[in-house]
C-alpha cells in the first residue's frame, strides 16, 4: 500500500511517499511560482525517483498554506495535525514542537495519546521565519547554507534590535558599511531569529523532549541560539525538519484508508 503527503508552504513545497512503514522517498524543493505548480513539480519528481505513478497512490493528503490547490490531493489535513503525526512518528518521545517556517512561527504540546493542546503562533510580523532569513541572506550575498555556516565563525555578534524585517535589514545593512565582519552580521541575525523564535515559545509550557522543526529549523546557527535562549536541547529528530509535515500527511492518508477500509469490512 503507498501513501503520499505534500506540505505546500510558503517558501518550499514538500512530499513523502510511504510503501507501508517505510519512506520510499522525500524532497524539498524551494520556489517561486505558484504554489499549484510547485505542488506538481515535487510530485512528479518524487514519483520520477521511485517509477510510481500518481495512480499507484492508495491515498494523498495535502497540508500548508496552499493544501487546497494541490490537484492530486483525495483530501487535505491541518497543519498542526500532520507536524503532530510526523515528528511523533520520528521521535515518539516528544511533547513539544516548536515549528519555524517560511511566514509563520508556532508552538504547541503533544499529550501522550498523541493529542495537541497547548498552541501558540504568530503570523502578523515575518520577523523570525524562514522569509526573513532569506531576505537578510539575500541582503548579505549569501545563500541560506551559507550563512548557516557562517555564523559559527564569529567571534563578536552585532546586536540587531528591530523586529521589523524592513528596520532589520537597514540595521544590517548599517553593519556592512561599518566594516563589521559578515560572519559577526551572521551570528548576529541568528540570535535575533532565535529570539524571536523564543519569545513565542515563553508563552507555552515547555514538555520534554522539544522538537525544533520547519525550514528555519535547519539553520544551525539559529538552532543553536534558540536552544540556549530557551535553555534545552532539541530532540535528535534524524529526519529533515522541513518533510515532517508531509509526512505527517502520508501518515493520515494511511490511517483514513485503513478507517475506511474497516468500515467496508
Not at 532589520?168 to 561599518?178: D, F, P, R, W, Y
Request: glycine letters at 10%.
Amino acid at each position: 500500500m503507498l501513501f503520499a503527503g505534500c506540505d505546500v508552504g510558503a517558501i518550499a513545497a514538500k512530499v513523502v511517499i510511504l510503501d507501508e512503514d517505510q519512506i520510499l522517498v522525500q524532497g524539498v524543493m524551494p520556489y517561486k511560482m505558484l504554489p499549484r505548480q510547485a505542488a506538481t513539480e515535487v510530485m512528479e519528481k518524487a514519483l520520477a525517483k521511485t517509477g510510481l505513478t500518481l495512480e499507484s497512490l492508495d491515498g494523498c493528503m495535502a497540508c500548508g498554506f496552499g493544501r487546497k490547490v494541490a490537484p492530486f490531493a483525495t483530501g487535505h489535513v491541518p497543519e498542526v495535525l500532520s507536524l503532530s503525526r510526523g515528528v511523533r512518528w520520528v521521535h515518539p518521545g516528544v511533547s513539544t514542537v516548536i515549528d519555524a517556517g517560511g511566514q509563520k512561527i508556532r508552538a504547541f504540546n503533544i499529550e501522550p495519546d498523541g493529542k495537541v493542546l497547548d498552541t501558540v503562533s504568530n503570523e502578523k510580523c515575518a520577523s523570525g521565519t524562514g522569509k526573513f532569513i532569506e531576505v537578510m541572506a539575500k541582503a548579505l550575498d549569501l545563500s541560506l547554507d551559507g550563512a548557516s555556516q557562517l555564523c559559527f565563525e564569529s567571534t563578536d555578534p552585532v546586536l540587531i534590535t528591530s523586529q521589523c524585517g524592513v528596520f532589520a535589514e537597514s540595521e544590517l545593512i548599517t553593519h556592512v558599511n561599518n566594516g563589521r565582519k559578515r560572519a559577526d552580521i551572521v551570528a548576529g541575525l541568528c540570535r535575533s531569529v532565535a529570539t524571536r523564535v523564543a519569545s513565542l515559545v515563553r508563552s507555552l509550557r515547555l514538555e520534554q523532549e522539544v522538537a525544533f522543526v520547519g525550514g528555519v529549523a535547519k539553520n544551525a546557527g539559529v538552532a543553536e541560539y534558540t536552544g540556549r535562549e530557551l535553555g534545552v536541547p532539541f530532540a535528535d529528530l534524524n529526519f529533515d525538519p522541513q518533510a515532517l509535515g508531509a509526512l505527517g500527511a502520508a501518515l493520515v492518508a494511511r490511517e483514513r484508508h485503513t478507517a475506511a477500509k474497516r468500515s467496508e469490512g
